[in-house]
């Protein structure tokens, strides 16, 4: 075998290679494209979830808020009630107490 033919031989296994890596290339890249897209949608999808998260977390954040305000305002009203007791017990009259009983009533059917 001549100089000129083991050149022309490396060539062309130099071309093979080439060839091979070029290929192997191309599949590493459409490989990371598709991870890439996947990726994308997943953050997509976890900021969705995120947001929506976020909203629910708010409207129950509200929701105990307007239960603690009407736990307070029952709690208030049974302590006024407690003290009403307290006086009828003490001798007070009905005609005394009659409005400050109307006013809790009222406040406990309010809740």
């Given amino acids: 075998m001549t100089t000129t033919?083991?050149?022309?031989i490396h060539h062309d296994e130099e071309a093979v290679?080439?060839?091979e890596t070029r290929t192997d290339t191309e599949?590493?890249?459409?490989?990371s494209e598709m991870e890439l897209a996947e990726a994308t949608e997943n953050i997509s999808t976890?900021?969705?979830?995120?947001?929506?998260?976020t909203a629910l977390r708010e409207s129950?954040?509200?929701a105990?808020?307007?239960?603690?305000?009407?736990?307070?305002?029952?709690?208030?009203a049974l302590t006024e009630a407690i003290k009403i007791i307290?006086?009828?017990?003490?001798?007070?009259?009905?005609?005394?107490?009659?409005?400050k009983v109307e006013q809790v009533t009222?406040?406990?059917?309010n809740l």
């Fill in 46 to 53: 976890l900021g969705k979830l995120i947001e929506e998260g």
């Fill in 27 to 31: 599949e590493l890249l459409s490989h």
């Fill in 60 to 62: 129950q954040a509200a």
């Fill in 5 to 8: 033919e083991a050149k022309h």
């Fill in 86 to 99: 307290g006086a009828f017990h003490s001798g007070g009259s009905w005609v005394q107490l009659q409005s």
């Fill in 106 to 109: 009222q406040n406990l059917q």
């Fill in 64 to 76: 105990y808020e307007k239960s603690i305000t009407k736990h307070e305002a029952a709690i208030d």
């Fill in 17 to 19: 290679n080439c060839d």
